[in-house]
């Protein structure tokens, strides 16, 4: 049996039996696989609002449909689409600015 592959995934009490340097790659290998998991999570998520995908499916923004959806709370939702999307949104209040200074 490969302990390091199972780790992650392994029960509570399987942690005291790994050997020092295997729950040391455990951490790394569970690091690279969240960050892995959490860019995914962004893309698919500034895809969704690119697309206007909660609008095209029945719900009023994309903090319902992730909320529903995802199964968490709105406030989750709401930071998970900031972090998707944090340039298209400090663009969009740049140009605002630039356009309310230029009138």
């Known amino acids: 049996m ?3 592959s199972t780790a992650p995934d392994a029960p509570a009490r399987g942690w005291p039996a790994l050997a020092d340097v295997d729950l040391l790659r455990t951490l790394v290998e569970t690091e690279r696989r969240r960050r ?3 860019a995914a999570m962004r893309a698919a998520v500034a895809e969704a609002e690119r697309r206007g995908l909660a ?3 029945g719900y009023r923004d994309t903090v319902e449909l992730l909320t529903d959806l995802l199964r968490i709370s709105a406030h989750e939702a709401r930071q998970r ?3 998707a999307a944090p340039q298209a949104r400090s663009r969009s ?3 605002w600015r630039v356009l309310a200074a230029a009138s």
């Open 2 to 4: 490969n302990i390091h």
């Open 36 to 38: 892995r998991l959490d």
């Open 55 to 57: 609008a095209d499916t």
């Open 81 to 83: 689409i900031e972090y």
């Open 93 to 95: 209040r740049k140009v």
